[in-house]
């Protein structure tokens, strides 16, 4: 019978609050016009669990009619410190229709960058990853990785500057276990943003704020909530008699 379970990655630094082991679990197969050699780079090999209870919902900001509108989020760290890297976690709030599994990625945006400064309005940045010049893939439920070279900063901000489209509810005549078709909205969805530094998810607990005309203050709070006590991946086992 298989089932599945959260567990903590002991061996690594995630335990304590953060950071990703590369390569700990074979990610969830790409879109076939995109490699995984490509797209290795941003992999940490775990997949994100189920975020369907309150507490730990996604934010999602506002929802528009069209794609091409541009939104951030930007996490205060407190004060300017050494960033190893930025990772975002998916939202994995929706399952398939008839069937026992979530699906990831919704929301995830579809163009977008992140930066770091010690400026609150960035006049000034230095820039972390840049994906604004095409469409990234759809990683499903693969939490993401984005590593930082020689960069401090007191504020990170991801900005979205295209979005992906919001799944449709499932109705009576969706197929049983395929996804659900694409609804005419679009919005960003993303669970949780981790900055890494010295090892450990420094953006915990820190103040988010947003743009003010598609930012969501309402669930602003839930990109730095705390680590879920049974871990943030997804795991997937065998059990034999």
């Known amino acids: ?6 567990k903590f990655l002991l061996n690594s630094t995630y335990a304590s609050a953060g950071f990703a082991v590369i390569g ?3 990610p969830i197969a790409l879109l076939s016009q995109t490699s995984e050699k490509e797209m290795a780079p941003y992999l940490t090999g775990i997949r994100m669990a189920a975020t369907p209870a309150t507490n730990y919902r996604a934010y999602r900001s506002k929802v528009v009619a069209t794609p091409d ?4 989020v930007q996490v205060d760290l407190k004060k300017s410190v050494p960033i190893s890297a930025i990772q975002l976690f998916p939202a994995s709030e929706r399952m398939y229709p ?3 599994q979530y699906y990831g990625g919704e929301g995830f945006p579809l163009r977008f960058r992140l930066e770091a400064s010690d400026d609150a309005n960035f006049g000034k940045v230095e820039t972390i990853a840049d994906f604004t010049q095409s469409d990234f893939p759809d990683l499903k439920d693969n939490i993401t990785q984005y590593v930082a070279h020689d960069v401090h900063g007191r504020y990170v901000r991801l900005t979205a500057t295209r979005l992906r489209v919001v799944k449709a509810s499932p109705t009576d005549s969706t197929p049983l276990g395929k996804e659900p078709q694409d609804s005419p909205d679009y ?8 900055v890494i530094s010295g090892g450990h998810d420094v953006a915990v607990g820190c103040k988010v704020t947003a743009d003010e005309k598609y930012g969501n203050s309402e669930l602003l709070a839930q ?5 879920r006590q049974d871990g943030e991946e997804f795991v ?3 059990l034999t008699p």
Do not use: C, F, H, Q
């Open 1 to 6: 019978m298989a089932v599945t379970r959260r």
């Open 24 to 26: 700990a679990m074979k």
């Open 69 to 72: 509108v541009t939104t951030w």
């Open 98 to 100: 008839g069937r026992d």
């Open 187 to 194: 919005t960003l969805m993303v669970a949780k943003m981790a």
């Open 223 to 227: 990109l730095t909530r705390s680590p």
């Open 236 to 238: 997937s086992t065998i």
